[in-house]
């Protein structure tokens, strides 16, 4: 069965430093999102990606953070100054139409 | 203010049991639910999802019901298997934004 997948599975950055977290969307998506998980808590929404633009994004979703379709099969989301809060699991997931969203098994981002 | 971990709520259930797991959704417009499985150090797996004009929708083992009249969701499991312990998402999306809003969470574990 075709998935999402992500590297990598854990990531340590320095405190200021930014991050590139990578993303294969399945290969028939047109629609692709990133959400994150502060450990213990819910997941949240961060932006979806529809026709090489965001459609919709978060208050999470502020300068910092930017995404990008570099080409046909990765889709990434940088974090240009990592804060500690920024430390979670970050999900990418896509869908061939409106819904169903399927998820990949998430990067650890660790900021120290 | 200072983030806190969410207490999940669990659901202890006999292997072979049928298992209910239940959420309140916020959004009187939300017009399409999904519901979620998380194993430990994995992303939200899709398990089925349905849309409003529906009250009911059935799949393999699941069952996933919508009451609109008081914003309740629920997800039955028939003949609970050790392999369904996991964290149960639900979430909707509002206003078909595709942005996915997630309940809290309830841990499912299974009493052999």
């Known amino acids: 069965e075709p998935e999402v997948t992500q590297t990598p599975s854990h990531q340590v950055t320095q405190m200021g430093q930014e991050v590139i977290l990578r993303c294969v969307p399945i290969s028939n998506h047109l629609y692709f999102y990133w959400y994150r998980q502060i450990l213990g808590q819910k997941v949240e929404f961060l932006v979806s990606f529809y026709n090489n633009e965001i459609s919709e994004k978060s208050e999470i979703f502020d300068d910092q953070f930017s995404v990008e379709r570099p080409d046909g099969s990765n889709f990434t989301l940088k974090i240009r100054s990592t804060k500690l809060e920024d430390s979670a699991m970050y999900f990418c997931?896509?869908?061939?139409?409106?819904?169903?969203?399927?998820f990949g098994d998430g990067t650890r981002l660790s900021i120290l | 203010g200072e983030s806190v971990g969410l207490h999940l709520p669990t659901l202890s259930v006999q292997e072979g049991d049928n298992s209910i797991i239940n959420c309140a959704y916020s959004?009187?417009?939300?017009?399409?639910f999904i519901w979620y499985k998380q194993e430990s150090g994995k992303g939200p797996q899709f398990i089925i999802d349905i849309r409003s004009n529906m009250d009911k929708r059935q799949g393999q083992r699941v069952t996933v019901l919508l009451n609109k009249t008081v914003k309740h969701l629920s997800l039955q499991i028939a003949a609970t298997q050790p392999g369904d312990s996991a964290v149960y998402f639900c979430a909707e999306d509002y206003q078909g934004a595709q942005k996915l809003v997630f309940g809290q969470g309830t841990r499912l574990t299974i009493n052999p």
């Open positions: 959004n009187s417009a939300s017009d399409y």
């Open positions: 997931a896509s869908s061939e139409g409106w819904q169903p969203q399927h």
